[in-house]
């Protein structure tokens, strides 16, 4: 039997499905049932009817997943698949804003540990910050991990006033101006799409600005036939999935996340197998952290 035969027969058995974000292998992507971005796969996650999740992401996705659905088992491939921005935000520092601002919201990128969204007020993901941010009654928003992101979601909400972190990407963030520039001069015609975890000098670049799902959806529904993509790299397999006719660029050659390459099928086989992975999470922090969670699933309806 393959190994993909063997997942798909695992799954039965266990009554398991498998979630991946659009980063992960792409023979991982190609035996998901679920595929998506952050916002989608949180969404998703809520109402399977398998009792079983297997998510092909990074460990804040299963957390996530998790406490959205403490009924659920849910099993991560890989342990050790970890965003180091996750982990980019300090405890006293929300503590030092909230003193400072009495009407201050902490926003907190989707993209960190189950203690930072417990100190914070509400979830958002690139797809739904922009939406959020806007109908948050709080003039003062505090940013956390991604100083990107926020910065992105700042310029286009200039009504409110933001508080920074210093947290990012490091995949994003090593993409430069002129790394963008060059591959628009070698590919004039194509067009630019660029994840707002990029830094603003090269998001200033883009003909389109969105996360995972929105690059895909554009460049799908485009009349267009050449793009530069500046995001992770595992985006090209559902781009060229979509787009068989169309011609995909990356933006330098630096576009890889080592934590979600650690996600291989050997690996989702021998989670489903042994039952291995689970993901953990005490009840306290499960109900704290899902305020901020339920919230962004409510204000983004
Ligand atoms: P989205 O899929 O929500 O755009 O997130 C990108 C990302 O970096 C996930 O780790
Ligand atoms: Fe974290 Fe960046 Fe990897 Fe996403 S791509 S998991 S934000 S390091």
């Not at 790299?233 to 787009?243: A, D, F, I, P, S």
């Amino acid at each position: 039997m393959s190994l993909v035969e063997e997942i798909q027969q695992l799954k039965k058995e266990k009554n398991a499905v498998v979630l991946a974000h659009y980063y992960v292998n792409d023979e991982v992507q190609a035996i998901a049932d679920y595929i998506g971005d952050s916002y989608y796969l949180a969404k998703v996650a809520v109402g399977l009817k398998e009792q079983t999740i297997v998510f092909a992401g990074v460990k804040f996705m299963g957390e996530s997943a998790k406490i959205l659905n403490p009924e659920k088992t849910v099993l991560m491939p890989d342990e050790k698949a970890d965003c180091p921005m996750a982990h980019m935000a300090e405890i006293e520092r929300i503590e030092e804003v909230r003193k400072e601002y009495d009407d201050v919201a902490v926003v907190c990128y989707i993209n960190s540990t189950t203690e930072l969204k417990m100190h914070s007020d509400v979830c958002v993901t690139s797809a739904n910050a922009m939406k959020i941010v806007k109908a948050l009654p709080n003039k003062n928003i505090f940013f956390i991990p991604d100083e990107n992101l926020g910065r992105y979601i700042a310029e286009k909400v200039p009504e409110k006033n933001f508080i920074f972190n210093d947290g990012y990407c490091h995949v994003h963030k090593a993409v430069t101006a002129d790394m963008v520039k060059r591959a628009k001069e070698s590919h004039p015609e194509a067009e630019v799409l660029i994840h707002p975890e990029c830094t603003l000098d090269v998001l200033d670049l883009a003909d389109y600005i969105g996360s995972t799902s929105g690059i895909i959806d554009y460049a799908t529904k485009s009349d267009k036939k050449e793009f530069i993509i500046s995001t992770e790299l595992g985006v090209l397999y559902q781009l060229k999935q979509n787009n068989p006719d169309k011609k995909f660029y990356s933006a330098g050659s630096t576009q890889i996340c080592p934590n979600m390459k650690k996600v291989t099928l050997e690996k989702v086989r021998d989670c489903l197998r042994d039952g291995t992975g689970v993901v953990e999470v005490d009840d306290e922090t499960r109900i704290r952290s899902l305020q901020p969670l339920q919230r962004m699933l409510d204000l983004a309806k």
